[in-house]
C-alpha cells in the first residue's frame, strides 16, 4: 500500500530587518520554530525571523521548489502578492 504523500508548504518570513526569507517545507511552524532557534538557514541566522507572512501549499517538492524560484524572482515589493495570488 502506497501511503499518500505530504504537501509541501512555499511560505514566506518577515525578518527582524524588515527583509524577507522564502522557502519551502512539509512542517512549516516546525521549520520556522527552527528558524527563530538559529537551526534554519544561514541567512535567518543573522536576520531572525519575526513572523510568517504567507504560506502556499503544493502537492510535492519539486512543485513548491519551481515556486520558491519563481518567489526568489520577483521584486521584494511583489513578493508577498505574487505569494497571496
Known amino acids: 500500500m ?17 527583509s524577507y ?4 517545507s512539509t512542517d512549516v511552524q516546525a521549520r520556522f520554530a ?5 537551526k ?9 525571523p519575526l513572523r510568517v ?3 502556499r501549499e503544493y502537492p510535492d517538492r519539486a512543485a513548491a521548489s519551481r515556486a520558491e524560484w519563481e ?3 520577483q521584486p521584494r ?8 495570488q
Open 71 to 73: 518567489l526568489k524572482r
Open 40 to 48: 534554519g538557514a544561514r541567512y535567518t541566522r543573522s536576520r531572525p
Open 34 to 38: 527552527a528558524h527563530q532557534a538559529g
Open 77 to 84: 515589493e511583489r513578493k508577498l502578492a505574487w505569494l497571496l
Open 2 to 18: 502506497v501511503s499518500p504523500s505530504r504537501p509541501w508548504f512555499l511560505y514566506l518570513l518577515e525578518c527582524r530587518d524588515g
Open 21 to 24: 526569507y522564502a522557502g519551502i
Open 53 to 55: 507572512l504567507a504560506v
